[in-house]
């Protein structure tokens, strides 16, 4: 069956910060700090979903997906991210399984999408080997509980931004300015996924994926000089986290990365544990010049030429089909099945005077975007599904509110839930997938 859905994120949509025991994440330290997120906006209420989860259960049922990508906060499970177990938090996440199966929709949980518990980043965070073993800990937690009625399950989501946003340039959680020292970030997630994989497996998991954002690079120029930084960003952005995953090695990175010192031995073959799906997130491709003088062995020179979204960010659907099979050329049988676990836009959608929202070129972004996967897939690319980031207006993290990526709109004011032009479009286009398939069998 292939799998439709949406996707959220834990500290974006839940809320209920203080609530039911849940401990505190870098997330909550981070947005309270002043000057980190846009007028200073918090996760602390975000959608309010800890408590208005069946209303956004029944949103989904109505949607037609059958399939829903969320994750799991560790520090409402661990309050202090490992020891003793928070069962209200665990509940929580047993009630919405349920739901989700009554309401026909398979759970498929992420267990880290950015919410590290702050006692673990008092001691290092993803700069910490142990981090990786405790994550472990928590997986084989969480699955103990649940993996009889979930059979997917995703480890990490984007170990990249996190690495480079959290580490390297300070912008989101936790914050820190680490520019090339952030890689034994990047490597202590790796191994924790390692490790977790196998957690899940011995704890009933029937199958695992781990999320990584890819892009497609583009060189500013032929120059040598801008080929040589392609080729750099391509290798910290894409392969950093694939090659090991896929392959089992690390890239060589030796022209910017002086030393691994943080590889131990067998740690490759751990990262390198077979996985039964890859999840691909795609917003954009990304064009890339020689370095300035900021540290860093490459600079962003923009996509120009393309519509952008409400972030900025340039439009260019066929980047997901050359992401795509990109990805096949270069792991060809190593390239496990795909699921593209997000894929979404920011628009400033206002209701109109008669409360409809008519996010037409949401739209169209979705429709230009699935044609693509349609062409990767007929260009020989294994895909399994597709989930559009994301079901709610949420908590865009450094963005605070103001980016808004719901196929619903959520009025921050009352929690309000209203489906956009875009929510009834998919449910459309979602009915007409399974007339197809039904014909098809
Ligand atoms: C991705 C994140 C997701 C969301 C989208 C817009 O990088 O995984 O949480 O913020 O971007």
Not at 353 to 373: C, K, N, P, S, Y
Request: proline share 6%; aromatic share 10%.
């Amino acid at each position: 069956m292939f799998l439709w859905g949406t996707a959220t994120a834990a500290y974006q949509i839940e809320g209920a910060a203080r609530e039911d025991g849940r401990g505190v994440s870098i997330w909550d330290t981070f947005a309270h700090e002043p000057g980190r997120t846009r007028d200073g906006h918090t996760g602390d209420v975000a959608c309010d979903h800890y408590h208005r989860w069946r209303e956004d259960v029944a949103l989904m049922s109505g949607l037609g997906l059958n399939a829903y990508r969320f994750s799991i906060a560790w520090p409402r499970v661990l309050a202090q991210g490992r020891g003793e177990v928070n069962a209200r938090g665990l509940d929580f996440y047993d009630r919405l399984v349920d739901a989700l199966l009554a309401a026909g929709i398979q759970p498929v949980p992420t267990l880290f999408h950015w919410d590290l518990p702050q006692a673990l980043e008092d001691r290092g965070g993803w700069l910490n080997r142990d981090t990786a073993a405790v994550f472990a800990e928590y997986a084989a937690t969480v699955a103990g509980r649940l993996a009889d009625r979930v059979p997917l399950w995703i480890t990490l989501n984007e170990p990249f931004v996190h690495m480079a946003y959290g580490y390297a340039m300070g912008l989101h959680a936790p914050g820190h300015l680490l520019l090339t020292d952030a890689l034994p970030a990047a490597h202590h997630q790796l191994l924790g996924h390692g490790l977790a994989v196998q957690a899940l497996r011995a704890a009933g998991a029937r199958q695992v994926a781990l999320t990584n954002n890819c892009t497609p690079v583009w060189p500013a120029s032929q120059e040598e000089a801008d080929l040589r930084a392609a080729e750099a960003y391509d290798v910290l952005h894409n392969r950093l986290f694939n090659d090991p995953l896929l392959l089992g090695k690390y890239p060589d990175m030796s022209a910017y990365i002086p030393t691994l010192d943080f590889l131990r031995d067998g740690d490759l073959a751990t990262i390198a544990t077979p996985i039964d799906a890859l999840g691909i997130n795609y917003y954009n491709p990304t064009r890339i010049a020689a370095p300035t003088a900021d540290g860093l062995p490459f600079a962003d020179a923009g996509v120009t030429g393309f519509p952008t979204t409400a972030f900025g960010w340039p439009v260019v659907p066929d980047g997901l089909r050359e992401l795509l099979t990109g990805l096949k050329a270069r792991y060809d049988t190593a390239l496990p099945p795909i699921l593209i676990t997000e894929n979404g836009c920011s628009q400033d959608d206002v209701p109109a005077d008669d409360g409809t929202i008519e996010d037409t070129a949401r739209v169209a972004f979705l429709e230009g975007h699935l044609a693509a996967m349609r062409q990767a897939m007929a260009e020989g690319v294994d895909v399994r599904g597709y989930f559009a980031w994301s079901l709610l207006d949420n908590f865009e993290w450094a963005e605070g509110y103001h980016q808004r990526f719901g196929l619903v709109h959520v009025d921050f004011a009352t929690q309000r839930r209203t489906p956009k032009r875009s929510y009834h479009w998919f449910r459309e286009f979602l009915k007409a997938q399974n007339r197809t398939q039904n014909t098809d069998t």
